[in-house]
Structures are given as structure tokens and as C-alpha cells.
């Protein structure tokens, strides 16, 4: 058993209004139900979502939580405006985005991003994410899958991985349950998270830094599925969310 991971080398700087399926297509032949991993960066910057922090004018929500955080309060009301919740408010934001992603800042960067300008995530990745599939299947006349990937700390270890926030022809999740173990033992709770799993692994390639490589191919795993639930089918439902509930109630106290 094995299976490649292909960086997709020669992307260019992305710009607004980019193809990137065109420019994928340009630089790697693809297979068919090979899965193409894409960093969310130059995803938003071809849908044009770079902003300024000298357009916003913060509320006094904004102005109350950049004190505490030592920020700039311009940039706190831009992470509150994309924001459907906040759960932690300090010492940093950790928020869940208009999408339902849960993150530092509601994902909002300024790493990779031109002069001053700073960048928000997909504000519906799923829709991203078959937008550039569809289109790509087109021009190469291949079946594939999309992953669209952020990188995120863990809550108790040091460092980010790569997770998926948005989905093309992938189901996210693998279902053990019912499966027997080594020992004949009935699995009852195993869920394998394979495309964050998947995004980790692009993620070796793509790097955190000046790498440059923000399109990885995986090849020879089958997870394509025409019928896919899209990235909502990871997110933990809220009545079971112990982590949210908790948080909540440290915010109330």
C-alpha cells in the first residue's frame, strides 16, 4: 500500500480574478480520483478577499477587546465582522467564522499576502472548493476531488497542521464503526478524520513560510465520492460540543 504527494510547483502569485484551475492544469497532468489539495490563501485571493485595516472603523466591542489583547482594534473588528461566535476573547480571538470553522481570528491573515494588505478565508469554502473541482474536471476530463485546507494550532499540542475547511467530491469522514478490530472487538465510536488527514499530509509540502507551493496533488487514494456531505459533516454537533459549552461558560463568569 502507498500513496504519492505531489507538489504542484510553478503557481505563480495569485491575483484577483486568477483561473486557478487553468493554472493547476497548466503545471500537473492529472489522474483520475487523484485529490487536490489547495491552500485557502490563493483561493481568497483569486475571489478578491484581501482587504485593508485603514477601510474598517471599529465598534467599541473591537476597541474593548484590542486593550486587553494589545491589537489593533481596526483588525479586531474586521476578525468580529467574520465572525458567528466568539469563544475565547483573550489572550487571543478564537472564533468561529460566518462558515463554521473555529479558529484563531476567524482565520484572517497576513502571512503571504502583499503590502499591507491582509486576507479572509472563503466565506463559503465548499462552494470554493466546486467551483475550482467542476472546473477542473473539465479541463482535465479526469474525476477528482478538492480539498480546500487552513492551517490551525491544536488546543493541547504545540504547532499548526493543515485541516480542511471546504470540500469537492470527498467524503471527510471515515466511519469504523462496526468494523472489527485485530481481536474481533465491534468498533463502536472510531471515526478517521481523512480529510484533515489529507490536508496534513499536503501540508509537509506546502510549508508554513516563503515555500511557495500551495497546490499538492495526492494520488493513490480512492476517497472520491460523487454523493459528498460537504465540511459540515466534521464539525462536532453543538449538542455534544463539551469543548464550546465550556468555553461559553468561562466567557459568562
Not at 489522474?31 to 489539495?37: A, S
Not at 494520488?219 to 466534521?234: A, H, K, S, T
Request: proline share 4%; net charge negative.
Amino acid at each position: 500500500m502507498k500513496f504519492e504527494a505531489i507538489a504542484v510547483e510553478n503557481i505563480p502569485l495569485i491575483l484577483r480574478g486568477d483561473d486557478l484551475p487553468s493554472i493547476i492544469c497548466e503545471n500537473i497532468v492529472l489522474e483520475d480520483r487523484d485529490i487536490v489539495i489547495i491552500a485557502s490563501t490563493i483561493v481568497g485571493k483569486a475571489e478578491g478577499l484581501t482587504f485593508r485595516l485603514e477601510d474598517i472603523t471599529p465598534g467599541e466591542r473591537a476597541l474593548e477587546l484590542a486593550s486587553r489583547n494589545g491589537q489593533d482594534p481596526r483588525f479586531v473588528q474586521a476578525v468580529l465582522s467574520r465572525s458567528r461566535e466568539v469563544l475565547v476573547e483573550a489572550p487571543f480571538i478564537l472564533a468561529t467564522t460566518l462558515a463554521g470553522h473555529t479558529c484563531v481570528n476567524a482565520g484572517i491573515d497576513d502571512s503571504n499576502v502583499e503590502g499591507e494588505l491582509l486576507l479572509n478565508t472563503p466565506e463559503n469554502p465548499d462552494i470554493s472548493a466546486a467551483k475550482i473541482g467542476e472546473r477542473i474536471e473539465t479541463l482535465s476530463r479526469k474525476k477528482l476531488s478538492v480539498i480546500v485546507t487552513d492551517t490551525n494550532g491544536r488546543a493541547f499540542k504545540v504547532g499548526q497542521t493543515g485541516v480542511a475547511i471546504g470540500l469537492y467530491k470527498i467524503k471527510p469522514v471515515k466511519r469504523w464503526i462496526g468494523e472489527k478490530d485485530l481481536f474481533g472487538k465491534t468498533l463502536e465510536i472510531s471515526e478517521e478524520a481523512v480529510a484533515d488527514e489529507l490536508a496534513g499530509a499536503a501540508n509537509l509540502l506546502m510549508g508554513e513560510g516563503n515555500g511557495g507551493v500551495p497546490v499538492v496533488v495526492i494520488r493513490g487514494l480512492d476517497y472520491y465520492c460523487e454523493n459528498y456531505p460537504g465540511i459540515r459533516e466534521m464539525y462536532r454537533p453543538e449538542e455534544f460540543d463539551v469543548i464550546k459549552k465550556g468555553l461559553r461558560c468561562l466567557l459568562k463568569k
